[in-house]
């Protein structure tokens, strides 16, 4: 899972909306201005048949900080992105 839902950077980081892109989510802001220290993205790439899927996760970043439920609060009652 994503690192980023529970960062307080989570609606206003560039990585955390390029990944929300790559999900095909909606963005939790349209015009994002942090730009992250050292951020770490997993790419898992997944065959089913002669689909690709992709899948990416922010799993380090040296401007993590800690604000559980970040992403729940922004969303409220929506499933959290996996």
Not at 14 to 41: N, S
Not at 47 to 73: N, Y
């Amino acid at each position: 899972m994503c690192i980023c839902v529970n960062c307080h950077y989570v609606d206003q980081c560039t990585t955390y909306h390029a990944v929300e892109g790559q999900h095909q989510q909606p963005h939790l802001t349209l015009d994002p201005r942090f730009e992250p220290l050292e951020p770490t993205i997993n790419v898992n790439v997944r065959t089913q048949g002669e689909e690709i899927q992709m899948e990416w996760d922010v799993v380090g970043c040296s401007s993590f900080t800690a604000d559980m439920g970040k992403w729940s609060r922004l969303r409220p009652g929506e499933l959290i992105p996996t």
